[in-house]
């Protein structure tokens, strides 16, 4: 099972991009990369998430090292709203999401 | 969109109570999930099931079991209740295709007292 490491926090100024870095050096060839956010007293809610190739919808973009074993989540234009803890996970073999314990970031105005 | 509706939002309970924290999804998902969240150690899993009466212990099982009687629904059971079960109960559920996402419900924050 991929074991991901991220920084615990983070600040960011408002209209900067966010760039979170996560490390998943144990992922394994056919896991994806997801990534999460969980805004104060929700439930987390999907951002984006990849396989080998960098990814970018609506909400943000995903870049992924060539030997797969870390990724950074690029919020371009952050706002308030941002504000949050994000969580970068991988899934194993029988498709479990598997957290750590994600990053404060924090958007200020 | 997909709901993923956890039955309460905030429970109390006794020590040594038989606590059952349910969770109902309607996206006719294969996969649901039982995740425990507490300050400083993110996430972590306490079960998993993958179909209808199938389960799988996750990292921190001990304490709780699962029933999975119909597709839609996945219950947690604390036999009985601890106080060092005090937490914030996360239930998701996921297609089961190895290209998609899990959908969290809004949790449930249980005080153990």
């Known amino acids: 099972d991929a074991k991901t490491t991220q920084p615990p926090s983070m600040d960011c100024a408002e209209g900067r991009a966010a760039n979170l870095p996560c490390n998943h050096s144990?992922?394994?060839?056919?896991?994806?990369v997801y990534w999460y956010r969980q805004i104060h007293s929700q439930g987390p809610q999907y951002i984006i998430h990849?396989?080998?190739n960098n990814e970018t919808n609506e909400m943000a973009s995903l870049i992924i090292t060539e030997d797969r074993k870390s990724s950074t989540l690029i919020l371009p234009h952050a706002t308030l709203r941002d504000t949050a803890v994000y969580y970068c996970?991988?899934?194993?073999?029988?498709?479990?999401?598997?957290f750590g314990t994600g990053t404060r970031l924090k958007v200020l105005a | 969109d997909v709901k993923v509706t956890q039955s309460s939002r905030y429970l109390v309970k006794r020590t040594g109570e038989k606590v059952f924290l349910e969770c109902v999804q309607d996206?006719?998902?294969?996969?649901m999930f039982w995740y425990r969240q507490d300050p400083g150690l993110g996430l972590r899993l306490i079960y998993f099931?993958?179909?209808?009466?199938?389960?799988e212990k996750g990292d921190i099982p001990e304490g709780y079991s699962v029933s999975r009687e119909k597709k839609e629904r996945f219950s947690l059971i604390l036999e009985s209740a601890s106080t060092n079960q005090t937490s914030m109960y996360l239930c998701?559920?996921?297609?089961?295709?190895?290209?998609?996402?899990?959908?969290f419900g809004q949790g449930t924050r249980l005080t153990v007292v």
């Open positions: 998701a559920s996921s297609s089961g295709q190895v290209n998609t996402e899990a959908f």
């Open positions: 099931s993958y179909d209808v009466k199938m389960k």
């Open positions: 144990t992922i394994s060839g056919n896991e994806y």
């Open positions: 990849g396989l080998k």
């Open positions: 996970t991988g899934t194993t073999g029988t498709y479990k999401y598997i």
């Open positions: 996206m006719d998902h294969e996969n």
